[in-house]
């Protein structure tokens, strides 16, 4: 019903970068996020992320990041390299099995929330949809 509503206005679906090395949980996460109508880009680190990005029709409402990520790059890191591809800031969701340990990155301006994982699917789709409709409004301002 989510999506017949988005094609009726002519809206985009929202457009989340997902970052995860786990490739179960990114393949369920990006299954949850088409489901609620939403389009996933997904990468299991930073490179593939900025590959996908450059490969994109739209640049991402929201960046949802796993923050312990595996190789060069955590996900502060690649949130930082992406923000700075794009030109502005983007509203970031990190989830993270040790919150405790998860730094902030430097991103002035942007939203950042921290999850713990496991996350509950609803909690996320509504963390994800409230980013992203608020990524979509900064971006509709940002200076082309």
């Known amino acids: 019903m989510r999506i017949a509503k988005i094609k009726e206005t ?3 679906p929202f457009t989340v970068l997902h970052v995860e090395d786990d490739q179960d949980l990114s393949a369920s996460v990006a299954t ?18 900025l590959a996908r990005l450059a490969g994109a029709q739209a640049p991402p409402d929201v960046l949802l990041m796993d923050f312990d990520l595996h190789g ?3 996900g502060t890191e690649v949130a ?4 700075h591809a794009i030109g502005h800031v983007v509203p970031t969701i990190f989830l993270s099995g040790e919150l405790a340990n998860a730094g902030v990155p430097w991103l002035p301006g942007a939203p950042l929330l921290f999850i713990a994982k496991p996350v509950d699917p609803d909690v996320l789709m509504k963390a994800v949809r409230s980013f992203a409709a608020l990524g979509r409004f900064l971006t509709s301002r940002a200076p082309h």
């Open 80 to 83: 930082e390299e992406v923000c």
């Open 72 to 74: 060069d790059m955590d």
């Open 10 to 12: 002519g809206q985009r």
């Open 32 to 49: 949850l996020l088409r489901v609620e109508g939403l389009e996933p880009i997904t990468a299991t680190d930073g490179a593939s992320a």
